[in-house]
């Protein structure tokens, strides 16, 4: 009876303990199943990583299984990183920010998942067509937009006022008119300054410039026309500004969109091209003294109404992710219209959806929305080419060689279409 009573005592402590081992591990187990979270990895621009760092604490509340790693880069680095980053299909991003002048290389290269199915009809129909089009190629969709942007004319109205102008120029030959005006009574030295040094900002003046004239690049059936005569009148006049009419400031040919935004806000020129970001900067009182006294208006044109250089940027899916799905969670919630109401009020970024033109809180942020919105109409692309960073570096070189006055500006465009002709051949027309 004793052995069976201790048999007893020994089943029983054997279960006591089992029951416990079992209910630590099942406590072990729901702990670690409760805390495993799927991680994306975001490469980003340094321009908007302040906004999407912000919004990530609501993203993840939100998607309680999604944990994101952020990391940002400069934007002069972000396209070599991306490249590097994604060679060979690795899979070490996720997320990755895309200029629009990246996408069809992009595409072509297999860095970019296909979403076009995940688009939903909402998005296609109220989302700005200017957005839209950033990350789309081939009539398929690559990513969503995050911001919309082109180059923004603005023009100190108060000097303006004080030359006897009651409007800006709607063309070019009056920008000529008004500039000589301004500078006979002395109210500037110069009348402008560009972001002319041998860099992308100064293709994107260029694509506000020619345009305008009646210049294009490639015609639609693919002949590249980069010294059409348009483009030559249109050269030539950029360089009339500088040596004929002395309306620009000769530093225009080493400065960047920054250095003409210093010059602008510190009252030194009346008129100047730059982003939308420019507006906080400009009419903010702690950094501007021309707060209060600029405006925005469409810019001059010529053969064509208006022309402006677009430079917009979106999020895509990296072909070689294992999490598309939380990838594009995190995309998708970034483009809602709350979250871009937010970047448009806090961070300054024109929002991506029409409806928010209208919104009384985005309007108080951005006084020139009108305009602003109007301009987006006017938006020329940069050529969409899987080699656009070496067409871009021939046609930055060739046209500063005309601003410099190496060249004339025939001879420079004739330059850069030999060698525009000779890429072609070696990449092909796409």
Known sequence: MKNQSRQGKMWLLSGVVLIFMFTAFG???AGAFAAEKTTITVLSSDDFAAFRKAAIPDFEKANPDIKVNL??????????KIVTALAGGATGFDVIDVDEIWTAEFVEAGFLADV????????????VPAGMNILTYQNRFWGL???VDTKFFYYNN????KAGFKTPPQTWAEFVEQSKKLQEKKLVKYATIWGWGQHEGLICDVVSIFPAFGGRFIEPNGKFVVNNPDNVRALQFMVDLLYKYKAADPASITADDRSMLNSFIAGDVAFGLNWSFAWGIIDDPSQS????KVRLALMPGEKKKSASGAGSMGLGIASGSRRKDAAWKFIAFL????????????YGALPIWQSLYTDPEVQKKHPALAEMSSQLKYAVSRPRLTWYSEFSRVLQLEVHNALTQNKSPKQALDDAQKEIERLAKKYGNK
């Open 27 to 29: 406590l072990l187990a």
């Open 116 to 127: 076009t199915d995940r688009v939903t009809a909402e998005m296609k129909k109220g989302i």
């Open 145 to 147: 937009p995050m911001f």
């Open 71 to 80: 990391i940002s880069v400069g934007y002069d680095q972000l396209h070599d």
């Open 335 to 346: 483009a809602e219209r709350q979250q871009q109401k937010n970047q448009a009020i806090n």
């Open 158 to 161: 108060d000097l303006l006022a």
């Open 289 to 292: 003294k021309v707060a209060g």
